[in-house]
């Protein structure tokens, strides 16, 4: 896996000395406002996402970059740390019941967000927070055992690292000018790759949380 992320970051080095980026022609849009130019460019209403996934691209790149550093940072720096032998949990049913509502609520919350996140406020970054909220309700109300082997079992960890590499690769192609069909403005499918990209960092921002829950879980407990 490390000589992929190797190779990605070659690609990307190589795409911003080789590769101009695509950019409209102001000439014919002088008359539009801003948040019209980027609506028109994207093809999608919700100009933010239009501009973090298109505008801002390579910031977004390394946000989601430096989002992975840190989650292996904290991996690293714990490894060597003796697990807590007791973590406390809730145990009233009551707060127990509301935990695991909320953490329904939140998840249905987070793919709301993912996949209408270029049509009305909301994104992958929303979306992936809302997962991890979900998924830090759960975990304080089930036995960090039981969160681990759910964790091992959907190989959570393979599908975080598989989300970074396809949102890097997704945007070098961007990047490179080429893009999908921007579709109808407003219809769901549209606004070419943007609406996938806002799925990808969704997923990757909440398995990448529920990386750091189980991290810190096991060796400080509920903080």
């Not at 991996?75 to 807590?84: I, K, R, S, T, Y």
């Not at 909301?122 to 909220?133: C, D, P, W």
Request: glycine share 10%.
């Amino acid at each position: 896996m490390k000589w992929v992320y190797i190779a990605a970051g070659i690609a990307l080095f190589v795409k911003m000395l080789l590769i101009e980026n695509p950019s409209p022609n102001w000439s014919e849009i002088s008359d539009l406002s801003i948040v019209e130019v980027v609506v028109k460019d994207t093809g999608v209403p919700n100009a933010v996402s239009g501009i973090i996934f298109m505008n801002r691209l390579y910031d977004t790149i390394f946000e989601v970059v430096v989002f992975t550093i840190a989650i292996m940072g904290a991996n690293f720096l714990l490894a060597n740390e003796q697990p807590l032998g007791h973590v406390n949990q809730f145990t009233d049913q009551p707060s127990i019941v509301l935990a695991r509502l909320g953490a329904t609520i939140c998840a249905f919350v987070g793919i709301e967000l993912a996949i209408r996140g270029h049509l009305s406020p909301g994104g992958g970054f929303a979306a992936g927070v809302a997962g991890g909220t979900a998924i830090g309700l759960i975990a304080i109300t089930s036995s960090p055992e039981l969160m681990q082997k759910i964790y091992k079992r959907w190989k959570a960890a393979f599908w975080e690292k598989i989300s970074v590499l396809i949102f890097i690769v997704l945007s070098v192609i961007t990047l490179s000018g080429v893009q999908l069909p921007h579709g109808e403005l407003g219809a769901l499918v549209s606004g070419g790759a943007i609406p996938l990209l806002n799925i990808i960092v969704a997923l990757k921002v909440a398995l990448g949380s529920w990386a750091a829950v189980l991290i810190f879980v096991r060796y400080r407990g509920l903080l």
